[in-house]
């Protein structure tokens, strides 16, 4: 099950994200105002979720801790994608390498 952590993006943090070099064309499509943690459901450590792929094997993902209700230690960062993929080989896991959990493709196998 995945984790259920929102953060309120800061738009700071919004156009750090457009300035990683991209593989990718980058669309009219903002980025997303709020994102949930991609991650497997979790009780400690840092949350994350993707803000845009890169292409290459990688994306931004923007990362946070959070105490109660508030987020702290919020990130923009440039992450290897995980290269794990499923045993029938159809589907591979876009979170981030070396993520805590399961891989994304378990979600939908």
């Given at each position: 099950m995945k984790c259920?952590?929102?953060l309120d993006v800061p738009h700071g943090m919004r156009a750090a994200a457009l300035e990683f070099a991209s593989e990718l064309p980058y669309g009219?499509?903002?980025l997303p105002?709020?994102?949930t943690c991609e991650i497997d459901?979790?009780?400690y450590g840092e949350h994350a979720a993707q803000l845009r792929d890169l292409g290459k094997g990688s994306a931004v993902w923007i990362t946070w801790g959070k105490s109660g209700d508030v987020a702290h230690d919020i990130k923009?960062?440039?992450l290897a994608i995980c290269n794990s993929a499923s045993p029938s080989e159809e589907n591979?896991?876009?979170?981030p390498e070396a993520h805590r959990g399961g891989h994304s493709w378990g979600r939908y196998e």
């Open positions: 259920d952590r929102t009219d499509d903002p105002d709020d994102v459901r979790h009780e923009v960062q440039c591979h896991c876009w979170l």
